[in-house]
C-alpha cells in the first residue's frame, strides 16, 4: 500500500475534541487506501507555555535543558493521539525521536538532521499499525534529546515522507491552504489551489509560518509533494509542488508576507575603510546569529552608516557584540570631526515583502509597491530585492495596514460577494 505521511499542528490537537477530529482524519486517510504515518507537534500553546516557564527561571537556560524541556510537549500528544486511534479501532503505537532514531547533530534548539531510520514504520505499517511519531524532535549521534527550531514538525513530517517515499505529505493546520495573505490579516485572502515550491520557500522565509522554511526546502529537494489542509474542515487545500512552467496566474504578485520578529541595528559614523564591515558583523555572525538585509550608505567625510536586521531574539546579545567591538574601532580611527561611531537598535520594526515569480517578468512591482505604501503615508526603513521577491522594513505599527493595502493594490483581494 501507498504510504501517506500526515502531520498535525498543535491547535490540530489542543483538546480531547481535536484529539478525536485527528483520529478520525486518519482513519479516513487510511480509508482512501494508504498506509499512515503521523507526526504530530505538542498541544497547542503547550512550547510557549513551556519556553515562558524555563525564562521565568533563566534568561539564558542552557540549550541541552531547553532542548530537553521543550521536547517534552510533543511525548504527551504523541500518547494521546495514539491512545484515541486506538479507541476509535485503528491500531496505533507512539514513537519518540529516538525510539526511530530520528538522528540529529548535537546543535541544541536548531539542530541539523543527519539521517532517520525507517525500518520501524514499516514494520508497523506492514501489521496494519498506525505510528505516531513525535515532531520538532531529535537524538543526536551521541545520544542527547535536541530539537530542530520551532515549528519544526512539518520538516520532521517531510523528512519521514521522503525516506519512506511518500505518496504524498499532509499538512493538517487551523487554516485551509496556503492564501496570498496570512487570512487572519487579510479578510479577502485567497487560498491559492496551487504554489511553486519557489514561491512558497519566499512566503516561508518571510514569514508565512503555516509552513517553516526547511520542510519546503527539504521536500523540494527530495521531491516530496506537499498539502496544507485544514483539520478542522473538509475541502480546499493547496498543493506545494509547481514549478515555474506551470505558474496558475498572470499577476506579478503572488503573496503578500509579513514578519515581526527582526529587530533594526544601525551603526553610524563608520570609517569607510576594507575590513570594517567585518570587523563589526564578524562577531555577531560567530555566535551563530544570522544578520540580513544590509544597507551601507554613501560615505560622506570617509565615514558611513551601516544598517542590518538582527532576529529580535537576538537583538540584545548583537548590541551587546556591537558595543565590545566598537571602542577598538574608535581607538583604531579616532574621530577628526566628533563623529562618534555609535549604535543605534530598533526592535519596533516589521519586514513586509511582495512575492511572485511573475516579477521575473513584470516591471514596476517596485514602484508600484513604493507608491502604495506613500499613499498610505507609511514610510520606508530599509528595501531589499531578490528575483522573484521586494522587502521593505517599516515602523510595526503599519504592518498590518502595508499588507492589506499590498494585497489590494496587487490584485489579490478575494471578489466579494
Ligand atoms: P500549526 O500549529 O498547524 O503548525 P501554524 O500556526 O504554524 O500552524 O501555521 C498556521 C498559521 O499560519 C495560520 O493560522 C495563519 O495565521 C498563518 N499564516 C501566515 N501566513 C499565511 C498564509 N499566507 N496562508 C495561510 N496561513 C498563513
Ligand atoms: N511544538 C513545536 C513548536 O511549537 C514544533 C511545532 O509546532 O512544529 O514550535
Ligand atoms: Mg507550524
Known sequence: MPVLVVKFGGTSVSDVTRIRAAANIIANCQKEGFSVVV?????????????????????????????????????????????????????????????????????????????????????????????????????????????????????????????????????????????????????????????????????AALGAKVLQTQSVEYSRRHSVRLRVLSSFKNGGGTVIDTEENERMTNLPVSAVTYDKNDAKITVRHVPDVPGVAYQLLGPIADSGISVDMIVQNVSVDERTDLTFTVPREN??????????????????YPPD????????GDDTIAKVTVVGLGMRSNVGVASKMFETLAQYGINIQMISTSEIKISVVIHVDFCEVAVRVLHTAFGLDAPKD
Not at 512539518?154 to 487551523?174: F, G, H, K, P, W
Not at 537583538?315 to 583604531?332: A, G
Not at 570631526?337 to 543605534?344: A, Q
Open 337 to 344: 570631526d566628533g563623529k562618534l561611531i555609535e549604535v543605534i
Open 39 to 203: 507526526v504530530v507537534s505538542a498541544m497547542g500553546g503547550d512550547t510557549d507555555r513551556l519556553v515562558d516557564l524555563a525564562q521565568s527561571i533563566s534568561c539564558h537556560p542552557a540549550r541541552r535543558e531547553f532542548d530537553m524541556l521543550l521536547a517534552s510537549g510533543e511525548q504527551v500528544s504523541v500518547a494521546l493521539l495514539a491512545i484515541a486511534l486506538n479507541e476509535r479501532g485503528v491500531k496505533s503505537k507512539s514513537y519518540l525521536a529516538d525510539q526511530i532514531q530520528f538522528v540529529t547533530d548535537a546543535q541544541h534548539t536548531r539542530a541539523n538532521i543527519v539521517r532517520v531510520e525507517v525500518d520501524k514504520l514499516f514494520q508497523s505499517v506492514a501489521v496494519g499499525e498506525v505510528p505516531v511519531i513525535a515532531g520538532f524532535q531529535g537524538v543526536s549521534t551521541d545520544g542527547e534529546i535536541t530539537t530542530i527550531g520551532r515549528g519544526g514538525s512539518d520538516t520532521t513530517a517531510v523528512v519521514i515522507a521522503a525516506a519512506m517515499d511518500a505518496e504524498e505529505c499532509r499538512i493538517y493546520t487551523d487554516v485551509d491552504g496556503v492564501y496570498t495573505a496570512d487570512p487572519r490579516i487579510v479578510e479577502h485572502a485567497t487560498r491559492m489551489e496551487r504554489i511553486s515550491f519557489e514561491e512558497m520557500l519566499e512566503m
Open 315 to 332: 537583538f540584545d546579545v548583537s548590541l551587546k557584540i556591537l558595543n565590545r567591538s566598537v571602542p577598538k574601532l574608535c581607538k583604531e
